[in-house]
């Protein structure tokens, strides 16, 4: 198994933190799928692509992808590997990582189903050269964690933000030199981004912020957060977005592997 480790120095976005050793059969689950994603990147054969996973049960808010992550090949080894913004368990910290597939799956999932998302090979080519330049991909990077962090805010950043923010750099350079995770807020406004809304109560919002060191309101505007409507950046809110400015892009679902398919 590929060891991930940090570039810089979940739950809706970003990993799930247990002191429970994985079982067997979630290890064989993780390998499984990372062999059916590689296959499914093998054939689709990107520069870069994103890949979303199903970190929990996010059903009752209408949602199946909880986190994603880009995905490129490792020039040295020629491995494919994740590249995503994670939280450091128990905190309100965060840092970049690269890890192997297996890794990217083996964080105690609801199911192991993932998204493979394929921009059109100019987008590839776009984001590639920002993910291969550290200063790029740190401009956009804040180390406070939120899980449900405020899309146009930048006093936290969670993992899914992360990548919208850095796609956005990769669209608009072109025409706006992105260099700031602001002005990169302010070309997803002006393209027409638009986040999930979440309705959480107040005794939700009360026990998240209490108990979750991960998990703050206070960047979201107070007409929002006071009528239990919290906005944040999903999976699907990525999809259609990029769906609209990049027509081309594909979604591709890699089904959950059987597990009475897997090898002993």
């Known amino acids: 198994m590929a060891l991930g480790f940090a570039v810089h120095g979940a739950a809706i976005a970003g990993q799930t933190c247990s002191e429970t050793p994985p079982r067997p059969d979630s290890v064989r689950m993780a390998?499984?799928?990372?062999?059916?994603?590689?296959?499914?990147?093998?054939?689709?054969?990107?520069?870069?692509?994103?890949?979303?996973?199903?970190?929990?049960?996010?059903?009752?808010?209408?949602?199946?992808?909880?986190?994603?992550?880009?995905?490129?090949?490792?020039?040295?080894?020629?491995?494919?590997?994740?590249?995503?913004?994670?939280?450091?368990?128990?905190t309100a910290d965060s840092a970049i990582w690269r890890e192997g597939l297996a890794?990217?799956?083996?964080?105690?999932?609801?199911?192991?189903?993932?998204?493979?998302?394929?921009?059109?090979?100019?987008?590839?080519?776009?984001?590639?050269?920002?993910?291969?330049?550290?200063?790029?991909?740190?401009?956009?990077?804040?180390?406070?964690?939120?899980?449900?962090?405020?899309?146009?805010?930048?006093?936290?950043?969670?993992?899914?933000?992360?990548?919208?923010?850095?796609?956005a750099k990769a669209y608009a350079d072109n025409n706006i030199q992105i260099d700031s995770r602001d002005k990169s807020q302010q070309w997803l406004k002006l393209m027409g981004y638009e986040p999930t809304t979440l309705n959480l109560g107040p005794v939700t919002r009360l026990g998240g912020r209490m108990f979750r060191a991960n998990i703050a309101f206070d960047d979201h505007p107070n007409e929002r957060r006071f009528a239990d409507k919290i906005d944040t950046v999903t999976v699907v809110s990525m999809t259609q977005f990029l769906k609209k400015i990049d027509p081309a892009t594909t979604l591709t679902v890699v089904p959950e592997p059987k597990l009475n398919a897997l090898p002993n």
């Open 103 to 167: 890794n990217f799956f083996l964080d105690d999932l609801f199911s192991y189903e993932s998204l493979l998302i394929v921009p059109s090979p100019e987008a590839q080519h776009k984001i590639l050269a920002r993910l291969s330049d550290r200063s790029q991909y740190l401009a956009l990077f804040t180390p406070h964690y939120n899980m449900l962090a405020y899309p146009f805010s930048t006093r936290y950043e969670n993992s899914n933000q992360w990548v919208l923010e850095l796609l």
């Open 31 to 90: 390998f499984s799928s990372a062999s059916a994603l590689s296959a499914a990147l093998d054939q689709a054969r990107p520069e870069v692509a994103l890949v979303a996973r199903v970190g929990q049960d996010l059903s009752k808010y209408g949602l199946r992808y909880s986190h994603i992550a880009f995905v490129l090949k490792d020039p040295a080894s020629g491995q494919w590997r994740t590249m995503h913004l994670l939280n450091a368990c128990g």
